[in-house]
């Protein structure tokens, strides 16, 4: 380069404040999930400010607030988590307070801004609609997990313990270990099964449920013989 070369620049200045722009579940929705967490989308990219401890969801259907497990911004998002589940048919607020988030430039949220929303009734059971090893199955691995899907997502119950593997030749019940995800019940044995014996898989009603506390409404049990 012959000689030295200089150019001005001069920054933008931001001085309009973030705004929703949508949420998810949206306001007045109906029918909404309840394990589903709430999201907040703003105009533009924000970050926490000091009032976004007083980001609060109440249930206005029996005038409690709900905890909430985390609130976190992720670019443009505030998402919300709840410590529980949400209780089903029932109507939520959910309450973002002016100045609980601001943008880079330090542009604060200028309003607070609410909005409600409404939980799912459901009334349904879970119901078993598969198991591997399926009943009476034989020639089953002495260390194969055994696989119970349900239909719909499901969660154990303080009665969980009742799940149980019998040995049906000893009477002796199996250790296992019970794995929950989404709409699968998975039963890890921790030690090897005998061979050439005949178990069987008991689930009791009440040790499962569904998201809106509907229980297993009877006793389901299977058997199988191993290799």
Not at 44 to 51: L, V
Not at 88 to 108: S, T
Not at 135 to 148: E, F, L, Q
Request: charged share 20%; aromatic share 12%.
């Amino acid at each position: 380069l012959a000689q030295a070369y200089s150019f001005n620049f001069k920054t933008f200045t931001d001085s309009r404040p973030p705004v929703v722009v949508s949420t998810d579940p949206s306001s007045g929705a109906t029918g909404v999930s309840l394990i589903t967490p709430i999201t907040i989308n703003f105009s533009e990219y924000i970050t926490e400010h000091y009032y976004l401890k007083y980001v609060f969801l109440k249930n206005l259907s029996t005038g409690q607030t709900v905890s909430l497990a985390s609130k976190t911004i992720n670019g443009r998002s505030l998402i919300l988590e709840p410590a529980n589940y949400l209780l089903q048919n029932n109507v939520y607020k959910v309450y973002i307070p002016a100045r609980a988030v601001k943008d880079g430039a330090g542009n604060k949220l200028e309003s607070s801004y609410t909005f409600t929303f409404k939980t799912l009734k459901d009334e349904t059971p879970p119901r078993i609609l598969y198991t591997s090893p399926y009943d009476h199955k034989m020639g089953v691995s002495t260390d194969g997990t055994i696989t119970i899907i349900f239909s719909e997502k499901i969660t154990t119950t303080r009665y969980q313990d009742y799940i149980v593997v019998k040995n049906l030749s000893t009477g002796e019940l199996t250790t296992i270990e019970k794995i929950v995800s989404g709409k699968i019940l998975y039963i890890k044995n921790t030690t090897l099964r005998s061979s050439n014996t005949w178990y069987k898989v008991i689930i009791p009603g009440k040790s499962i449920s569904d998201y809106a506390c509907n229980y297993l409404d009877e006793t389901y049990s299977f058997i199988f013989k191993t290799r």
